[in-house]
T-cell receptor, first 115, second 115 residues
Framework: DTGVSQDPRHKITKRGQNVTFRCDPI?????LYWYRQTLGQGPEFLTY????????KSRLLSDRFSAERPKGSFSTLEIQRTEQGDSAMYLC?????????????FGPGTRLTVL | GDSVTQMEGPVTLSEEAFLTINCTYT??????LFWYVQYPGEGLQLLLK?????DKGSNKGFEATYRKETTSFHLEKGSVQVSDSAVYFC??????????????FGKGITLSVRP
């Protein structure tokens, strides 16, 4: 059983360019989350999918950010017109349905550096 | 809004020393509480959890008790090892119908254990 995978692991881009990250959750996990972690801070919630439906977006997610989860499997996070402030680690997590709480399993993250 | 406050770090201890990492929270509902750990070069992993007041979560010699009266979830270990060196994050999620189970994290604290 493989865990949550993310691709790429590292991305260096120039300001103004668009970037796209991919997350493959644990199979049969219907919930998928994106978080952003900056240096010295804990992860901050960005957005949440249940199956293919995007049910919540944080106000941290500006109009330049868009996330999709077609067919309720993998997810992509796109950042358009990147800014230096977008430099961070982008984490994906998945969890199964049900229960009074849901343990979230995290991927290794994609580290974005905007020059 | 919901928030988690962790004690300031970093923390440096000698092997076999006693560890306490403080965590307090504020929540609009009834949260589940977690400690996540991030070992060098690895992704976030769940260390332990507690879902209701007075529950004690435990794993790998670490313990934390859900204290509703003091809104705290302090992490303790009686005898730390060099292999415990990592970043530790306290987190919460709201439970109940309609909650999307997004995690709210503290800033994290770096623990270094010297031989």
């Amino acid at each position: 059983d493989t865990g949550v995978s993310q691709d790429p692991r590292h991305k260096i881009t120039k300001r103004g360019q668009n970037v796209t990250f991919r997350c493959d959750p644990i199979s049969e996990h219907n919930r998928l989350y994106w978080y952003r972690q900056t240096l010295g801070q804990g992860p901050e919630f960005l957005t949440y999918f249940q199956n293919e439906a995007q049910l919540e977006k944080s106000r941290l997610l500006s109009d330049r950010f868009s996330a999709e989860r077609p067919k309720g499997s993998f997810s992509t996070l796109e950042i358009q017109r990147t800014e230096q402030g977008d430099s961070a680690m982008y984490l994906c997590a998945s969890s199964p349905r049900g229960g009074s709480y849901n343990e979230q399993f995290f991927g290794p993250g994609t580290r974005l550096t905007v020059l | 809004g919901d928030s988690v406050t962790q004690m300031e770090g970093p923390v440096t201890l000698s092997e076999e020393a006693f560890l306490t990492i403080n965590c307090t929270y504020t929540a609009t509902g009834y949260p589940s509480l977690f400690w996540y750990v991030q070992y060098p070069g690895e992704g976030l992993q769940l260390l332990l959890k507690a879902t209701k007041a007075d529950d004690k979560g435990s794993n790998k010699g670490f313990e934390a008790t859900y204290r509703k009266e003091t809104t705290s979830f302090h992490l303790e270990k009686g005898s730390v090892q060099v292999s415990d060196s990592a970043v530790y994050f306290c987190a919460l999620t709201l439970t109940g119908s309609g909650a999307n189970s997004k995690l709210t994290f503290g800033k994290g604290i770096t623990l270094s254990v010297r031989p």
